[in-house]
Every structure is written in structure tokens, then in C-alpha cells.
């Protein structure tokens, strides 16, 4: 029902949704219209050149003219370089361009051990961790010198790589044309956040900005603490991230403690945009949220929370790629139209959940016309591009047919087919007059 209700708000906007022209575009003038692409390290596309063309063929033919790839330093290191160097160069054959997430997370793929000591011989970073609430070593702090260091270094050499070899995607931005790079795909920090002493000595000074006072900290979160040095983020009584959004012991100490880490995520991610851009001429930065900016959708909440993601993470990006969950409500589409207002472009993408993309949706009234026109329709009213997530990702959505992975994401040939045609759909009517 919620489906079939948005289609009919998406098909009421139709008529004004082309309003507002895309302020995005690469630099030989053609759309953003983007699939996540992953090239390597599973099967099948692992070591067959031929079904990367093929798919790329295809994808070309939909209308894609981005691909955006899982560029991770720790997949470089893998091979050195082969699989990326791969997909550079099927894709600038197929003519289509690359935007590369250059980490995960803010590069919690950069692990404790033998990936702390490999980044420290290719680069000479000294990478510094953080723990959990147990006191167990995670991910390196987005907010400190050394992850912005090594972010500033990683990048550089990607774009060293592949500036005029390559596949690289090159866009125009209002005034600005750049090579288009994002440090991370998947704005956030897990833990949530670090539970680290000089963390928690921060998060003590935020929350006496806040509070002014120790009196006004306990009626909001209905504790009884005699001074600010006495908070502990390990206690978990408090900060009771065991229970369901909502649902906690002290719900305000969670959120206040996921304002924080979000507002210290957004510090590091603009520290680190700065000296990329400082470092590697001509570069627009971009980042890629798994939700929709502020929505109010369960999945949103609880990203939010877990990884300490909310809005204010996202300011270092010029350029936004949104992983939508569903087709937007209204709500949602004018956090879009804030975001932009705010000067960022955004290419929303959708998620290619396979019941509604196959047709096997359990709902026998959905119109599968309606339903491509409306994606397209708030793409083009809305965002600057247009995008899917994604064609052949294995452990979560897809729609390339005889992909493994999970069961319950899995398309036969057929499903396949029909997922294929409503995209091809979508990008039509998002290009037409």
C-alpha cells in the first residue's frame, strides 16, 4: 500500500518534477546515470575479462554512463592494482567512466595488524585506532591527522594511477569542472564511534558546551553524575546500545553521544576533503550515504545511531550519491531539495530490491510504468543524476541474472529480465524532454 501510495504522489509531481535542471554532468556534457559496478574479487566476474565487457555492453546500451566501483585501498593491495587496473580499462573501452569509493566507512577497511603495518610501508602513516565499548581495538579515528594523512596519500596515488590512463570520471559543477573522487563510501563510523579515553575527553567538553551544567546533563538524561569527568562511554547502563532505537535506558545520553560522534565525523571527513583537494589538483569530492539524508525510515534511524551518520557527516561532499531504500515520500524529497539549497549536488539511487523489480512483488496492483516514470520523476526533480544499486552485488541487491550470494536476492534469468527492462525504463524517461 505505502508502495502503490508514493507512486501516485510521484505521478502527481510528474508535471512539475523537471523544473530543476541538474547542476551535474561529466564533462562531455552527458547525464549522471550511474549503476554500482563490482568488477573483482567475486565470482563470476573474478577472472573473466568477457563477462565484465559483456555487462558493460549491456549497461551502455541501458544508457549508464557511471559506474561507480569499490576502489578501496585494501583491493589494490590485493593483486597490486590488477583488479582495479582491470576494471579501468574494460570500462574506458566500453566508454563509460569510474567514480571510485577510495575506503569504507572512513577506511575501517584499513585493519589493526597487517594492514596498519602494510599502510605504514607504503605510505610511512602510523595509523590511530580506536576501541569498542569493551575496550577492543577497531577502526582507525576519522577525526585524527593521521587517517587524514593517509586519506591525502591513498588518494594521490589513485589518481596519479589512473588521471590519464584511466577510466576516471570527470565532471562539471556549476563553474567547476574536476575529477570526481569520494574518500568513502558509506558515511560512518562504526562502533558506534570509538570509546577511546581522549574521545570520551571530548565528548566531556561537548557536553559541557551543551549543558553548561552538570544539573541540566542529569534532568535531561535522568542520571546523577557529580561532575563531567565521572561520564563514562563504556558504561553501558547509560549508554545502552544493546536495546532498539527508542527503547533505551537513557535515551538522550545515546543521542546526545550520536550528535557528537556525527559532528566529529563531519570534522574529519572535511579536514580530510581539505587536504585532498589541497594535494590533488582539479579534484570534486564526493561521498555516498546509505540512507536518505535525515529520513525518518526505520533503516535510516538505526544507521544513524550505529554509525554515528547523520546529516551534518555529509558536509565535506560537493557531490552526494544517496542509496534511497524505497521511492521518497515528500519528507524525504524536500531533505533532498534542502541538501541541494545547501549547494551539493545529489544522485539518488535506488535499490533494486528484487520482488518489486522482478514483478514477483505480492502486491498485484503495482504498475511497473508508474513505478520507473516516478524513480525517474524524483531523480529529475529532485537530485542531479540518476542511479541503482546496484547490477551485480552480491550479498545485498541485484539484478544481474545468475549472480550467487544470498538466496533471498538472487534472480533467475527471467527476474532478471524484467528488473533490466524496468531500469532501461527509468533512465529512459529520466532523459526525455
Not at 562504526?190 to 551544567?213: E, I, N, V
Not at 502486491?363 to 546496484?390: E, K, M
Request: proline letters at 5%; a negative charge.
Amino acid at each position: 500500500m505505502r508502495l502503490l501510495l508514493l507512486i501516485a504522489v510521484g505521478i502527481v509531481l510528474l508535471s512539475t518534477a523537471r523544473a530543476a535542471a541538474p547542476r551535474l554532468r561529466l564533462s562531455d556534457g552527458r547525464p549522471v546515470l550511474a549503476v554500482y559496478y563490482f568488477g573483482h574479487w567475486w565470482d563470476p566476474w573474478k577472472s573473466d575479462d568477457d563477462a565484465i565487457r559483456r555487462d558493460f555492453a549491456r549497461l551502455r546500451a541501458m544508457g549508464v554512463t557511471v559506474i561507480f566501483c569499490d576502489h578501496e585501498w585494501s583491493q589494490a593491495i590485493d593483486g597490486d592494482w590488477r583488479w582495479l587496473d582491470r576494471e579501468h580499462r574494460l570500462a574506458k573501452e566500453a566508454g563509460l567512466v569510474i567514480v571510485p569509493w577510495l575506503s569504507l566507512k572512513v577506511f575501517c577497511d584499513v585493519e589493526p595488524g597487517g594492514r596498519q603495518e602494510l599502510a605504514k610501508k607504503w605510505y610511512g602513516v602510523d595509523l590511530v585506532y580506536g576501541c569498542d565499548q569493551t575496550g577492543k581495538v577497531t577502526v582507525p579515528l576519522p577525526y585524527h591527522p593521521a587517517t587524514a594523512e593517509f586519506a591525502v596519500k591513498w588518494t594521490k596515488a589513485y589518481v596519479d594511477r589512473y588521471r590519464d590512463s584511466g577510466a576516471l570520471a570527470r565532471v562539471k559543477l556549476g563553474d567547476r569542472e574536476g575529477i570526481w573522487v569520494a574518500p568513502t563510501v558509506e558515511i560512518g563510523w562504526p562502533g558506534p564511534g570509538s570509546f577511546d579515553g581522549q574521545t570520551g575527553l571530548m565528548f566531556a567538553r561537548w557536553l559541557r558546551t551543551k549543558y553548561g551544567a552538570v544539573a541540566r546533563l542529569n534532568q535531561a538524561w535522568s542520571t546523577a553524575y557529580q561532575s563531567w569527568w565521572n561520564i563514562d562511554q563504556r558504561d553501558a547502563e547509560v549508554f545502552d546500545y544493546k536495546s532498539a532505537p527508542g527503547h533505551e535506558k537513557h535515551p538522550q545520553a545515546v543521542a546526545d553521544r550520536t550528535a557528537f560522534c556525527s559532528e566529529l565525523l563531519g570534522d574529519g571527513l572535511s579536514r580530510m576533503s581539505a587536504e585532498i583537494r589541497r594535494a590533488v589538483p582539479h579534484v570534486i569530492i564526493g561521498s555516498e550515504t546509505p540512507y536518505q539524508i535525515g529520513a525518518q525510515h526505520p533503516d535510516a534511524i538505526s544507521y544513524t545511531r550505529e554509525f554515528c551518520a547523520a546529516a551534518v557527516a555529509d558536509d565535506h561532499a560537493e557531490i552526494l550519491v544517496v542509496r534511497a531504500t524505497d521511492i521518497l515520500t515528500p519528507a524525504e524529497l524536500k531533505l533532498q531539495d534542502e541538501y541541494r539549497a545547501r549547494g551539493h549536488a545529489v544522485v539518488l539511487t535506488f535499490r533494486t530490491y528484487g520482488n518489486t523489480y522482478s514483478t514477483d512483488n505480492p502486491d498485484p496492483g503495482l504498475d511497473r510504468t508508474a513505478f520507473a516514470r516516478t524513480l525517474a520523476s524524483q531523480a529529475a526533480g529532485h537530485a542531479d543524476g540518476l542511479g541503482f544499486y546496484s547490477w551485480n552485488e552480491l550479498v545485498d541487491t541485484h539484478v544481474a541474472a545468475g549472480a550467487g550470494g544470498r538466496a533471498d536476492v538472487r534472480m533467475s534469468d527471467e527476474q532478471s529480465a524484467r528488473a533490466v527492462d524496468l531500469l532501461k525504463a527509468a533512465f529512459a524517461d529520466y532523459l526525455r524532454p
